[in-house]
Nanobody, 121 residues
Framework: QVQLVESGGGLVQPGGSLRLSCVAS????????MAWYRQAPGKQRELVAA?????????PDSVKGRFTITMARDNAQNTVYLQMNSLKPEDTAVYYC?????????????WGQGTQVTVSP
């Protein structure tokens, strides 16, 4: 059974930092591209960071220079992190962890349950 479990969200003041974690189980970590998405109220879900084979892909301009995605394997636990610095009120959203691979021509993807990030004075 595949599970992506996010944690680390919360309330932070503008300019502050948070680190989100996503623990992945039930998948071969090295076979999937991992990513963080976010969805603000009334808006579409958007990609904020992705990492494939240990290498981050380009970040959208809205988070470039402020967000960093990394991944780690410790004691058989696979974790993807999103370090968020210089947070702004417009970063307020539910943040989701995502795993994706193409398997014999079919898309195989999984989502976590999301963690709320609120940036407010």
């Amino acid at each position: 059974q595949v599970q992506l479990v996010e944690s680390g969200g919360g309330l932070v003041q503008p300019g502050g930092s948070l680190r989100l974690s996503c623990v992945a189980s039930g998948i071969m970590f090295s076979m999937y591209g991992m990513a963080w998405y976010r969805q603000a109220p009334g808006k579409q879900r958007e990609l904020v960071a992705a990492i494939t084979s240990g290498e981050p892909t380009n970040y959208p301009d809205s988070v470039k220079g402020r967000f960093t995605i990394t991944m780690a394997r410790d004691n058989a636990q696979n974790t993807v992190y999103l370090q968020m610095n210089s947070l702004k009120p417009e970063d307020t959203a539910v943040y989701y962890c995502h795993a994706l691979r193409f398997n014999n021509g079919a898309v195989e993807e999984f989502w976590g349950q999301g963690t709320q990030v609120t940036v407010s004075p």
